[in-house]
């Protein structure tokens, strides 16, 4: 069986759309109708605007009621030719009547229609598209897709989404997407990626202006990947996202890239080659899909050339197996310089504490990165635990840098009061000279539980303590905060684990 049978497609498309861009404007997605009398009579205040003033205004317009200020005058329509297009299809959306009490269904031809119409329509420079509800299987019988995709770069479209819906999942995108020159960013949804292998090589700014570049749930080998990033000499994100085995081998070679993001994928594995400014590396999996019968689905990080990498996380005993250049870390690996990663000063874990195998991992991966000034740990909870550590284990645990000499905060999130857990609370207050603040979540549960979890806090506030005056801090949040791809994968966040 293969990894994505398990999972239903609807709970995969719910991980792609809040991924997506969004358009640059929020529109109201639907025209509304005025109140006011049918021509009333007032003073059009709104024609004596500048064209400049009138653009803005149409260009915040779903795309739909946008070009219907054609039919007010030649001004408008000299407006209209003339403003950036901002198109999302969500704004044309078409229903068909279920019949029999059933739940209108969208009508996929009818929107792919009224793309056509707004396209073929607008003349003039292009900013944004976002197609995710059209019937890209008949476009692209038809040719309507090819001709889109012309037609956008005479526009110079310069951020493009395309999600092939409602399927198949083996349609293959046009190599004509390729020769969008103008693209700044590029996000692709359940396609099979054009083949690469015919075209020349060294072919230099394919994307001379794309700086990022995102590919969910997209079938594509690595020598793809391989020309996609060479021929983006100034990109800057890469997000791999709800890909199951859709690339077997993900390979990272790129001079300009600062963040890669594979999130909710699972591979065999994941490769930083060459990454000499490569700032960020996110790793998320939220879903339980690695898991089919008693086979483990695990992917291999390996960090190699990334010489700038500062944050890093979350790294997983249970599906991540980290190597560090030649070097495979296992719990108890002997560290040498070259088995170790110096930049890196943010590290998130998620952890099983009541796995004994992946408990023991946590300080061979604290050792890994000596210059650690921040550690997240997310406990993960399991609901059939191998067995308990030795009582002393943390006491055993032999000198570790980043621990003794650089982390101020530790954050511990999804506390739920157990024995292990409080174990480790207990050692980091023991071992960090330099901690400034423990900032301890608590997971989510009713005010007993609450209560509870907190009463078990208080023997922390009696334990030996390597910091002079480190701030403890427990924090109850309201709902199930989750993390999200923005975030993670915002260059201007200064940790994108604080969330």
């Not at 065999?268 to 400014?277: G, T, W």
């Not at 023991?360 to 609901?383: A, G």
């Not at 701030?471 to 905060?481: I, P, Q």
Request: hydrophobic residues 45%.
């Amino acid at each position: 069986m293969a990894p994505e049978a398990v999972v239903e497609m609807e709970d995969i498309i719910r991980v792609v759309l809040p991924c997506l861009p969004a358009p640059p404007f929020r529109t109201t997605g639907a025209s509304r109708r005025s109140n006011s009398p049918r021509g009333g009579g007032g003073e059009d205040r709104i024609s004596r605007l500048p064209d400049a003033v009138l653009s803005n205004i149409v260009a915040r317009l779903p795309a739909k009621d946008a070009a219907r200020t054609t039919a007010l005058s030649k001004r408008w329509r000299r407006v209209w030719a003339s403003t950036p297009l901002v198109l999302d299809d969500s704004d044309l959306l078409v229903f068909r009547d279920g019949g029999g009490g059933r739940s209108a269904t969208v009508n996929w031809p009818a929107v792919t229609d009224a793309v056509s119409r707004v396209v073929g329509g607008h003349r003039g420079p292009i900013r944004f598209v976002r197609l995710t509800c059209c019937f890209m299987e008949l476009a692209a019988r038809h040719g309507i897709l090819q001709y889109w995709l012309r037609v956008l770069v005479a526009g110079g479209v310069e951020d493009l989404v395309l999600v092939n819906r409602p399927f198949p999942r083996s349609l293959r995108l046009p190599v004509d997407v390729l020769h969008i020159a103008s693209l700044r960013t590029f996000y692709l949804g359940f396609w099979q990626f054009p083949d690469t292998a015919a075209l020349p090589r060294g072919r230099a700014a394919v994307f001379p202006r794309l700086q990022e570049i995102g590919l969910c749930a997209t079938i594509i080998h690595a020598r793809d990947i391989d020309h996609l990033l060479a021929c983006s000499p100034v990109l800057e994100k890469f997000a791999i996202i709800a890909s199951l085995y859709h690339t077997r081998s993900v390979r990272i070679r790129s001079c300009s890239l600062q963040c890669l993001v594979f999130w909710k994928s699972l591979a065999d594995e994941l490769d930083v080659v060459f990454a000499p400014r490569l700032q960020r590396l996110i790793l998320w999996q939220a879903c339980q899909c690695m898991i089919i019968g008693s086979v483990t689905f695990r992917t291999r990080v390996r960090i190699g050339h990334a010489t700038e990498l500062k944050v890093l996380g979350y790294l997983e005993p249970s599906i991540h197996q980290l190597q560090i250049g030649s070097t495979i870390i296992e719990s108890g690996t002997k560290m040498i310089p070259s088995s170790m990663v110096p930049s890196v000063k943010i590290l998130a874990l998620k952890i099983q504490f009541r796995i004994r195998k992946e408990a023991k991992m946590l300080p061979t991966f604290l050792r890994c990165f000596p210059n650690v000034e921040t550690l997240h740990v997310l406990s993960h909870e399991v609901e059939e635990p191998d067995g308990k550590l030795n009582s002393k284990f943390w006491e055993e645990v032999g000198s570790i840098d980043c621990l003794e000499t650089h982390i101020t905060k530790v954050v511990f999130d999804k506390f739920r009061g157990e024995r292990c857990e409080l174990a480790f609370l207990k050692f980091i207050l023991e071992r960090a000279q330099s901690l400034l603040k423990l900032v301890i979540v608590l997971a989510n549960g009713d005010q007993a539980s609450v209560d509870e979890m907190l009463a078990k806090l208080k023997s922390l506030t009696m334990a030996k303590r390597a910091s002079e005056c480190p701030t403890l801090l427990a924090v109850v949040r309201e709902g199930d905060s989750a993390w999200y791809f923005q975030r993670a994968s915002d260059l201007s966040v200064s940790d994108p684990f604080d969330w």
